[in-house]
């Protein structure tokens, strides 16, 4: 047997030789130092590719091409995978993915808590106006269908969202689900999954999620076991309940038998900062008891959220609407008030996680307000006390949402959680665009500049991190998390999803008062072995793919 598939090996490799040796490649990199995804030590090489494949990775490769690049003093790696991306609706827009691309980024994942689908039931159907009209569908592989035919510059891979599920059956309720009503929600996961799904993600901070409760996401989490899905989960409380919210994700992966992903790892609460390695020995613990269990980070010390998660939960019941009636009727106002600034037991608090600081706030969203701090905004208000009843009225002047960027974490403790074997790298942001209609508001800098940071400000600047390993968690690690076996490695046979970069230039621009600046350094970027920006311009290919779980 093994005579025979040695035989066979040679065959292959005689035909390969062959064919690239009489038939010009479509395109060879030339003279890269390649860091090929894997962690190991960079290599001098020549990368041929030929259709969606690398078909040939070496040294002063004799094959003739019909577009060849100088790589000479650059460098080669696979296209960067994005683990946690909310471009959901932001790709049938624009499916350029102008503000992912420009990072490198060629596989965005989506789907935390809200997927796009289920959209059913007593949640709304999915609705997005792109340039040729209003889009709808309800189900996930629905959503799939349509991102294939509007095309996108970036391939595509999504989890089922346990929020989304949890309000196709029960809407706006804060009511216990009955035993149909689960039957009903398990069943809305397992259709997901044979949609293509790769996961179960789970938002279990604010509602719906946060009324699930941990048997109830168990339960839910067992659903992908059969097709060894990731469960992604935003633990329940990032602040002064972090430990107890680790534990129970933690419970979840031994009692459900699935491997998790624990959604950008933090202490966000001034109170716990310089704690990162208790959590990190929790999570060591559980994996050596055999329960696969990792994680990923931001490269930011600030996270973006909603102005009303300063309200605390029991006042979200019945959506916004109910929420907004809350906030201006004199029978719940002073109650909501007095959870504000005391806190709610189990409850992450933002306000209390900043040092009640609103200087630590900024207006991110598309508002009046955008890019003010919260004491500016009250200072422009004439606010000078009452300044939580103020939040209030702001939040009753503008619908109920405001989007916000807290300081609530530090960086000490996201770079002892980044530099763990089991921990990499997304960005939790969207496709934005410099310019035209998705230059929204006053975005997060993620938005634009997560993986550039990474590996410029981190890497080369601070030396965090070595390049190789910096690679390796934003590319063969996210692949492997969510079951992508055919990229995240510079590799014969692998797709050429590819990113040529400047070491000594590659940095974030975008700040959290001037967000709309793409990165620099970034030179070129191939999806599916079509090049999709050269010299930093968008060539305006769309050769992304869906990536649905095999």
């Given at each position: 047997m093994k005579n025979a598939i040695s035989l066979a090996l040679c065959v292959i490799g005689l035909i390969c030789r062959h064919s690239l040796a009489t038939e010009p490649v479509d395109l060879l990199i030339a003279n890269a130092r390649v860091i090929d995804g894997s962690g190991r030590p960079w290599f001098y090489a020549d990368v041929a590719v030929s259709g969606e494949d690398i078909v040939a990775v070496g040294r002063d490769l004799d094959i003739q091409a019909i577009k060849r690049i100088d790589a000479r003093g650059k460098v080669l790696s696979p296209g960067f995978i994005d683990i946690h991306s909310h471009s959901d609706k932001l790709l049938l827009r624009d499916g350029r993915a102008l503000g992912k691309i420009h990072q490198g980024v060629t596989t965005e994942v989506l789907g935390e808590g809200f997927s796009a689908g289920p959209a059913l039931g007593l949640r709304p159907a999915g609705s997005v106006t792109t340039p040729e009209g209003t889009v709808r569908w309800n189900t996930l592989?629905?959503?799939?269908?349509?991102?294939?035919?509007?095309?996108?510059?970036?391939?595509?891979?999504?989890?089922?969202?346990?929020?989304?599920?949890?309000?196709?059956?029960?809407?706006?309720?804060?009511?216990?689900?009955?035993?149909?009503?689960?039957?009903?929600?398990?069943?809305?996961?397992?259709?997901?999954?044979?949609?293509?799904?790769?996961?179960?993600?789970?938002?279990?901070?604010?509602?719906?999620?946060?009324?699930?409760?941990?048997?109830?996401?168990?339960?839910?989490?067992?659903?992908?076991?059969?097709?060894?899905?990731?469960?992604?989960?935003?633990?329940?409380?990032?602040?002064?309940?972090?430990?107890?919210?680790?534990?129970?994700?933690?419970?979840?992966?031994?009692?459900?038998?699935?491997?998790?992903?624990?959604?950008?790892?933090?202490?966000?609460?001034?109170?716990?900062?310089?704690?990162?390695?208790?959590?990190?020995?929790?999570?060591?613990?559980?994996?050596?008891?055999?329960?696969?269990?990792?994680?990923?980070?931001?490269?930011?010390?600030?996270?973006?959220?909603?102005?009303?998660?300063?309200?605390?939960?029991?006042?979200?019941?019945?959506?916004?609407?109910?929420?907004?009636?809350?906030?201006?009727?004199?029978?719940?106002r002073d109650r909501i008030l007095n959870d504000i600034e005391n806190g709610i037991d189990g409850w992450y608090n933002h306000y209390t996680a900043v040092g009640k600081d609103w200087s630590r706030m900024l207006i991110s969203g598309e508002h009046p307000y955008k890019g003010l701090t919260m004491d500016r905004v009250f200072a422009l208000r004439g606010t000078k006390t009452d300044k939580a009843a103020d939040m209030l009225d702001m939040l009753i002047e503008h619908g109920g949402g405001i989007s916000t960027v807290f300081a609530h974490h530090d960086e000490p403790d996201m770079l002892l959680a980044l530099r763990q074997p089991w921990c990499s790298v997304g960005s939790d942001g969207s496709a934005y665009a410099i310019e035209g209609p998705l230059r929204e508001g006053n975005p997060h800098p993620r938005n634009f500049g997560s993986f550039p940071r990474l590996l410029g400000h981190y890497v080369r600047d601070k030396g965090a991190l070595d390049l190789e390993t910096a690679v390796q968690k934003i590319t063969s690690l996210n692949a492997s998390k969510v079951g992508i076996t055919d990229r995240g490695l510079i590799a014969v046979g692998k797709k050429a999803d590819i990113v040529l970069f400047d070491e000594a230039r590659i940095i974030d621009k975008s700040e959290y008062t001037a967000p709309f600046q793409y990165p620099e350094g970034i030179e070129l970027v191939v999806v599916n072995g079509r090049i999709t920006m050269e010299s930093g311009i968008h060539t305006g290919v769309k050769a992304g793919q869906v990536l649905r779980r095999q």
């Amino acid at each position: 047997m093994k005579n025979a598939i040695s035989l066979a090996l040679c065959v292959i490799g005689l035909i390969c030789r062959h064919s690239l040796a009489t038939e010009p490649v479509d395109l060879l990199i030339a003279n890269a130092r390649v860091i090929d995804g894997s962690g190991r030590p960079w290599f001098y090489a020549d990368v041929a590719v030929s259709g969606e494949d690398i078909v040939a990775v070496g040294r002063d490769l004799d094959i003739q091409a019909i577009k060849r690049i100088d790589a000479r003093g650059k460098v080669l790696s696979p296209g960067f995978i994005d683990i946690h991306s909310h471009s959901d609706k932001l790709l049938l827009r624009d499916g350029r993915a102008l503000g992912k691309i420009h990072q490198g980024v060629t596989t965005e994942v989506l789907g935390e808590g809200f997927s796009a689908g289920p959209a059913l039931g007593l949640r709304p159907a999915g609705s997005v106006t792109t340039p040729e009209g209003t889009v709808r569908w309800n189900t996930l592989g629905e959503y799939f269908k349509l991102l294939e035919r509007h095309q996108t510059s970036v391939n595509v891979v999504s989890y089922v969202g346990l929020a989304g599920v949890w309000q196709c059956v029960m809407g706006n309720s804060f009511e216990r689900p009955t035993e149909t009503q689960l039957l009903e929600m398990e069943k809305l996961v397992r259709d997901a999954m044979d949609q293509g799904a790769a996961g179960l993600s789970s938002q279990v901070m604010t509602p719906p999620g946060s009324l699930a409760t941990t048997a109830d996401v168990i339960r839910l989490a067992k659903q992908i076991r059969p097709y060894n899905g990731l469960f992604s989960i935003h633990i329940r409380n990032e602040g002064l309940g972090v430990f107890e919210a680790v534990e129970e994700a933690i419970q979840v992966g031994r009692e459900a038998g699935v491997r998790m992903d624990i959604i950008h790892l933090k202490i966000a609460d001034q109170k716990y900062w310089g704690k990162m390695g208790k959590l990190v020995g929790m999570i060591e613990n559980a994996r050596q008891e055999g329960i696969d269990v990792q994680a990923n980070v931001y490269p930011y010390t600030r996270g973006n959220n909603n102005l009303k998660s300063i309200v605390p939960p029991w006042a979200h019941e019945g959506g916004d609407r109910k929420m907004l009636e809350r906030l201006a009727s004199s029978d719940t106002r002073d109650r909501i008030l007095n959870d504000i600034e005391n806190g709610i037991d189990g409850w992450y608090n933002h306000y209390t996680a900043v040092g009640k600081d609103w200087s630590r706030m900024l207006i991110s969203g598309e508002h009046p307000y955008k890019g003010l701090t919260m004491d500016r905004v009250f200072a422009l208000r004439g606010t000078k006390t009452d300044k939580a009843a103020d939040m209030l009225d702001m939040l009753i002047e503008h619908g109920g949402g405001i989007s916000t960027v807290f300081a609530h974490h530090d960086e000490p403790d996201m770079l002892l959680a980044l530099r763990q074997p089991w921990c990499s790298v997304g960005s939790d942001g969207s496709a934005y665009a410099i310019e035209g209609p998705l230059r929204e508001g006053n975005p997060h800098p993620r938005n634009f500049g997560s993986f550039p940071r990474l590996l410029g400000h981190y890497v080369r600047d601070k030396g965090a991190l070595d390049l190789e390993t910096a690679v390796q968690k934003i590319t063969s690690l996210n692949a492997s998390k969510v079951g992508i076996t055919d990229r995240g490695l510079i590799a014969v046979g692998k797709k050429a999803d590819i990113v040529l970069f400047d070491e000594a230039r590659i940095i974030d621009k975008s700040e959290y008062t001037a967000p709309f600046q793409y990165p620099e350094g970034i030179e070129l970027v191939v999806v599916n072995g079509r090049i999709t920006m050269e010299s930093g311009i968008h060539t305006g290919v769309k050769a992304g793919q869906v990536l649905r779980r095999q």
